[in-house]
Every structure is written in C-alpha cells, then in structure tokens.
C-alpha cells in the first residue's frame, strides 16, 4: 500500500488493514521456511507495509 492510500483510512480500517497483512506476512513467512518463495521480496514489501500502518495508526490515535 502507498502512504497516500493508508493516510485516507479511519484508525478502524487501519487496524483491520494491518491484522489482514500481518496474516499474510506470517503465512509467506512460514511458505518460505518450507520451500523458496517465488518472489522473496514480497517479504520485504508486506514488513514496510505494516511499519507504514503501524506508523500511521500511532499518528491518528495522538
């Protein structure tokens, strides 16, 4: 996700955004220890995404 789209979220849709990615940060996690992932770098993209949710749902909650 863009920083642009997470800014126009409530702090609600934040926190459902960032436990659906967490879900599925733990479910590529976990597909990677077993076998390769095709694209690896979707590990990285999904731990930035929710450092950006983190980060904003802090800003909104202030």
């Known amino acids: 996700?863009?920083?642009a789209?997470?800014?126009n979220l409530s702090a609600g849709d934040i926190q459902n955004?960032?436990?659906?990615?967490?879900?599925?940060?733990q479910k590529l996690k976990l597909a990677?220890?077993?076998s390769p992932v095709e694209n690896p770098?979707?590990?990285r993209d999904l731990?930035?995404?929710i450092a950006r949710l983190e980060t904003?749902?802090?800003l909104k909650q202030q």
Do not use: G, N, P, S
């Open 41 to 43: 770098i979707q590990i």
């Open 17 to 25: 955004k960032l436990a659906e990615v967490r879900a599925d940060f």
């Open 56 to 58: 904003e749902l802090t």
């Open 32 to 34: 990677h220890k077993i």
């Open 1 to 3: 996700m863009k920083k």
């Open 47 to 49: 731990r930035k995404t």
């Open 5 to 7: 789209d997470i800014k």
